[in-house]
Every structure is written in structure tokens, then in C-alpha cells.
């Protein structure tokens, strides 16, 4: 039977996705689901992974990256669970210590965080040539990779059972439950790849979300091969940057984004 490993990204897509596949596809591929944990999900991120892998019985594997600052080799992993799972960035964080701070130029957070630590994860149980699942859905063309077959990765909400987002949330609004984010607050709590005006929302809500990328460019500005100080957001924006300008705002004149997937969608993929 052909192995099938499925990128559990925590996001209502991706959860759709996954029990579409269990009810429909167990019979023709050899299954796991992985949900890679980057340490800043958000806890209602966490809380759904565990609620869909205990109602659906998906022996969900949850893996945190794992940095080897002496070695010249990508992110390595280890198994975590509900409740021994990183929730302070401790995976993020030593990632940033050898790469440096992640943003538009330097997008290498998800290849750490996520892509490299599910590969580590599949050589380690042989699965180094099986297919990966990702939730990119019909209505998300541009997000097909077009090197996807040579990756081996496949779609199956835009390829096998073509599915877009009212389709999700339909489907969702008929279950017991379900992940209970805003639209524009997502998987990651403060996500460099989020437009200026979702960010600016986030900090007026929670600005104690963004204590941590405060932090990392505090101590982390110079780490790095860049060679430059570096920040995390748009145009040079530092995280203060955006809780400065969130100070700034009424909160009468926030407004949601009219392109809900500009730069960050529900989920960050890890393909």
C-alpha cells in the first residue's frame, strides 16, 4: 500500500482535509498525520489538534524542531505531545539563534520549523520516499507548487475532491466543535507573513503576543549569515514598530482586510 504522509497544519482546511482522507482514502494509502509545532501557535491551535486527533482516533504525531547549533545540517526532530508541547517559542527561538530573525527576505522559518523537522521525521521511520498531503484547496491555485510532482506532493483538496473555503466552513459549521479563531488571527499568533493590518488588529487585542518576536530582536538582530540587523515585519517594521502603531489606532477605524489571504492565510504550510 502506497504511504501517505499528511501535513496537519492545525487550520480548519487542513482538518478537513484530514478527515476526508481518513473516511474516504484509508483503503488505498498507508497514513500518518503530522502536526509540527513551532512554540507560537496559537493555544486554541493546540487545543484543535488534539480535539480532532481524539474524536477522529488519528493518532496525530506532534514534532518540534530541533536545532543543531555545531553542525552544518538542517533541523533535525523530536516527539512532543498536547501537553509537553512548547508554548513559550523554544523551538522558534533556536532556530533563530543559527539562522537569524525570519521575514520576507530570509523566509526560513517554515523550512526549519516545519518542512525540515516532518522530513527528519519521515527518514526516521522509513518513509523517506511516500507522498505528503498538503491543504492548498481548489480555490488557492496560485499556492500549487509547480514543482509539486517531483516533490512528491500532492493536493487532495485541489486534485482529488476539488474543495473551496465556503465548502470548508460549511462542512465545520456542522461538527461538534471546531477552532474558534478570528479570520484574521491564524495558526501563529504574530506571523511576519500577516498583512499590516491584521498585525495592527493582533497587537490591539494581545500585544502581550508579541513580547516574543520583541525579544528575539532584542538578542537576535545580528544572528545570521545576513551580515545586517534584522527585523521581522514589512518594511523594515519592527515589533514595536507594529505595537507602536497599534497605540496609535482608534479602534472604530480598525476594519478587516478585503484580501483575507495576503501573506498569511489560516495556516502556514510546511511544502
Given at each position: ?37 513551532t512554540g507560537q501557535e496559537n493555544e486554541k491551535t493546540l487545543r484543535f489538534v ?202 472604530g477605524l480598525l476594519f478587516e482586510d478585503p484580501d483575507e489571504d495576503a501573506g ?8
Amino acid at each position: 500500500m502506497q504511504k501517505l504522509l499528511v501535513s496537519f497544519s492545525g487550520g480548519l482546511t487542513s482538518g478537513y482535509m484530514m478527515r476526508r482522507l481518513m473516511l474516504d482514502y484509508a483503503a488505498q494509502y498507508e497514513m500518518v498525520f503530522v502536526f509540527a509545532n513551532t512554540g507560537q501557535e496559537n493555544e486554541k491551535t493546540l487545543r484543535f489538534v488534539d480535539r480532532c486527533d481524539r474524536e477522529w482516533n488519528a493518532s496525530v504525531v506532534w514534532i518540534e524542531a530541533v536545532t543543531y547549533h555545531d553542525d552544518r545540517k538542517s533541523s533535525g526532530h523530536r516527539i512532543v505531545d498536547f501537553t509537553t508541547a512548547s508554548r513559550n517559542g523554544e523551538p522558534f527561538e533556536q532556530v533563530i539563534k543559527k539562522y537569524g530573525i525570519p521575514n520576507k527576505p530570509f523566509p526560513h522559518c517554515t523550512r526549519e520549523l516545519k518542512r525540515n523537522a516532518i522530513n527528519s521525521f519521515r527518514t526516521s521511520i522509513g518513509w523517506g520516499d511516500c507522498l505528503s498531503a498538503i491543504g492548498i484547496r481548489a480555490d488557492e491555485p496560485k499556492r500549487v507548487k509547480p514543482s509539486a510532482e517531483k516533490e512528491r506532493i500532492v493536493y487532495p483538496l485541489a486534485h482529488w475532491f476539488p474543495t473551496n473555503k465556503a465548502m470548508v466552513n460549511d462542512w465545520w459549521e456542522d461538527q461538534p466543535f471546531s477552532l474558534g479563531l478570528k479570520s484574521y488571527e491564524g495558526n501563529c499568533t504574530w506571523c511576519w507573513k500577516k498583512s499590516g493590518s491584521k498585525l495592527i488588529r493582533i497587537a490591539t487585542e494581545t500585544p502581550e503576543v508579541f513580547e516574543f518576536p520583541s525579544r528575539m530582536e532584542e538578542q537576535y538582530a545580528m544572528a545570521g549569515p545576513s551580515g545586517q540587523p534584522q527585523v521581522f515585519f514589512r518594511g523594515h517594521q519592527s515589533a514595536k514598530d507594529i505595537l507602536a502603531t497599534a497605540n496609535l489606532v482608534h479602534p472604530g477605524l480598525l476594519f478587516e482586510d478585503p484580501d483575507e489571504d495576503a501573506g498569511c492565510g489560516e495556516s502556514c504550510e510546511a511544502f
